[in-house]
């Protein structure tokens, strides 16, 4: 066996061929960037100039007193590139892991830009800005910054985004330890191109071996004893705890000890196994609580806006579904004659009980003798016509009434049935998790193509996964892909 030291200098050689530091790199791109943002945003101000000014549309609209030349609204100009820029910095647009992720930049430019209209605006009015400015022209810079800006920053980030450039700009990270969790998340992690870290080594916590026989790809540079030696090499730029044994002092002195290397000090908290990127930290008289509240439908704004579009969707929905649900019901009715709608008790918001409608893909009395069970593929309860109904989803129609009443939402975790379920809180981690938010017609793992007889705790992880990051447009995706999404289930 190899001394560890030999493991560590092939790390520094290996990490010492990036021959620009991440740092300088970054603050590089961040120059860069910045004077980039800047000459796009007054550009953009000076091609709403000529639109309002040089163009047709000098007739549209009231004609405001004062001095219209451009010298005129140089100062317009100053200003409102100034205050865009703040804005921009004020979301942290200029964050390392912003570069990587064109998503994350798009969000923020949309942001700031509608804060910066409004506030452009409230100024120029407040402070009766000479010359007066054009209300159109606030209108077309608006047009002009979400144009103009988004397509530089596409440009920018396709340069990022290649492993020549993105390597440099990632940070270098030791990771100490080693759990089933980080374990998962490091699958996913390592081969993401938005990643913020390049993993390059690991180190066993304090009293503990790393597993290196199950992990082919786990590149151990060094026991714990080895750490000052490895970040007085310069080998990285931030060290992840992923796991320390509980060993606290440890903790305390590896901070102080990142601290004097001027290395980043990071902890993963493993013992949070769900909702991670609701996690945040507040102080509670002085004392810092780490806990999980900041979730997008925490929010009532967000409640409202899912509640708008529910009610919306569910409105279209059952007024184009009418027809669908007369034809499919006569052949219900003509195939096994009895009620074409099928009720069932489900879990909804915070775990209470509704009735879920659906149109009758099984025969009558499906469940008799046999109890409640799970549909599988080729089901022999199904009739023709509810396997027709259920590769299309076309049972799923009448639930639009469940979205109106506001007992269910067009998108979110499928509600499952009581008595298939009751002890599966004990058994699937973080299963309960699901019903912090109503359930839905479809949702991210129903698209994802995990419904009926199907991995109910990967189900539950796509779930999570939907609930951490919904927004809107999420929704909307996931309504879209619905159609394209069809169920052999049987």
């Not at 603050?27 to 101000?45: E, R, S, Y």
């Not at 151990?220 to 002092?249: E, F, K, S, W």
């Not at 997008?296 to 009610?311: G, W």
Request: aromatic residues 12%; positive net charge; glycine residues 8%.
């Amino acid at each position: 066996m190899s001394h560890p030291r030999t493991s560590q200098e092939a790390a520094y050689l290996h990490f010492q061929e990036q021959t620009e530091p991440s740092k300088t790199a970054y603050n590089k791109l961040v120059a860069l960037a910045f004077l980039g943002d800047a000459t796009m945003i007054w550009g953009a101000l000076l091609l709403a100039y000529w639109l309002r000014f040089e163009t047709s549309l000098v007739e549209f609209g009231v004609r405001e007193l004062g001095n219209r030349g451009l010298a005129g609204y140089f100062g317009h100009f100053v200003v409102g590139t100034v205050l865009l820029l703040g804005i921009l910095t004020n979301f942290r647009f200029y964050e390392r892991r912003n570069f990587l992720s064109f998503h994350r930049t798009i969000r923020i430019i949309g942001k700031s830009t509608l804060v910066w209209t409004v506030s452009f605006l409230a100024l120029a009015l407040i402070l009766n800005f000479s010359p007066p400015v054009s209300r159109v022209y606030f209108g077309l810079a608006f047009l002009c910054v979400i144009t103009v800006l988004p397509a530089w920053r596409w440009g920018l980030w396709r340069m990022v985004s290649h492993d020549r450039f993105a390597s440099r700009l990632r940070q270098r990270a030791i990771v100490i330890g080693w759990s089933e969790e980080f374990e998962k998340a490091y699958r996913l992690f390592r081969d993401s191109a938005d990643r913020p870290f390049e993993v390059c080594g690991f180190i066993s916590p304090p009293g503990a071996e790393l597993p290196t026989e199950r992990h082919e790809d786990l590149r151990v540079i060094g026991r714990y004893d080895d750490l000052p030696l490895l970040l007085r090499m310069q080998i990285c730029d931030v060290v992840l705890v992923a796991n320390m044994n509980n060993h606290t002092n440890e903790l305390l002195q590896l901070s102080a000890l990142c601290e004097k290397e001027m290395v980043e000090f990071k902890l993963v908290p493993t013992w949070f196994r769900v909702l991670l990127s609701g996690l945040s930290l507040e102080s509670v008289s002085g004392m810092p609580v780490l806990g999980i509240s900041r979730l997008p439908l925490h929010s009532a704004v967000n409640q409202y806006i899912k509640r708008a579009v529910d009610i919306v969707g569910a409105v279209v929905g059952l007024t184009l579904a009418a027809p669908i649900i007369g034809v499919f019901g006569a052949l219900i009715y003509l195939e096994s004659p009895g009620p074409i709608f099928y009720r069932q008790r489900r879990l909804g918001l915070g775990g209470n009980l509704f009735d879920m409608i659906k149109l009758r893909s099984m025969k009558l009395d499906a469940e008799k003798g046999g109890g409640p069970g799970w549909t599988v593929k080729d089901d022999p309860r199904c009739l023709r016509v509810g396997k027709f109904m259920r590769r299309w989803n076309i049972d799923e129609v009448p639930q639009f009434w469940n979205v109106l009443r506001g007992e269910m939402s067009l998108v979110g975790p499928r509600p499952e049935r009581p008595e298939l379920i009751q002890d599966f809180k004990e058994i699937i981690p973080h299963y309960n998790a699901r019903h912090h938010i109503k359930p839905g017609i479809t949702g991210w793992a129903q698209v994802n193509g995990l419904r009926g007889d199907t991995d109910l705790s990967e189900r539950v992880r796509y779930d999570l996964h939907y609930i951490e990051n919904w927004n809107v447009l999420f929704d909307f995706q996931i309504m879209i892909l619905t159609f394209f999404k069809r169920e052999n289930a049987c």
